[in-house]
């Protein structure tokens, strides 16, 4: 039995370094931006992601793509 994937959402997540709590933990932040095309390459997306950097004076720890997929069984 074969299954389809077909992707309904994507967003860009930036990771940002967010200082330290009162124990003196590292902190983070998350910058959602939806709406990425299912189309864009990975190569593209860094790209915004470092463009999109410059905006904010945090550190950018990691770049994530969240997706949202829906499986169908394939008779």
């Not at 992707?7 to 932040?29: E, F, I, P, Q």
Request: glycine fraction near 4%; proline fraction near 3%.
């Amino acid at each position: 039995m074969a299954v389809n994937k077909t992707v309904l959402k994507r967003s860009l997540v930036l990771v940002m370094s967010d200082g330290v709590d009162g124990k003196g933990a590292a902190k983070t932040k998350h910058i959602s931006f939806p709406d990425v095309k299912a189309s864009a390459e990975p190569e593209k997306i860094m790209a915004t992601a470092s463009a999109l950097s410059t905006l904010y004076d945090e550190e950018i720890l990691n770049v994530y793509v969240n997706e949202q997929q829906a499986l169908t069984e394939q008779a």
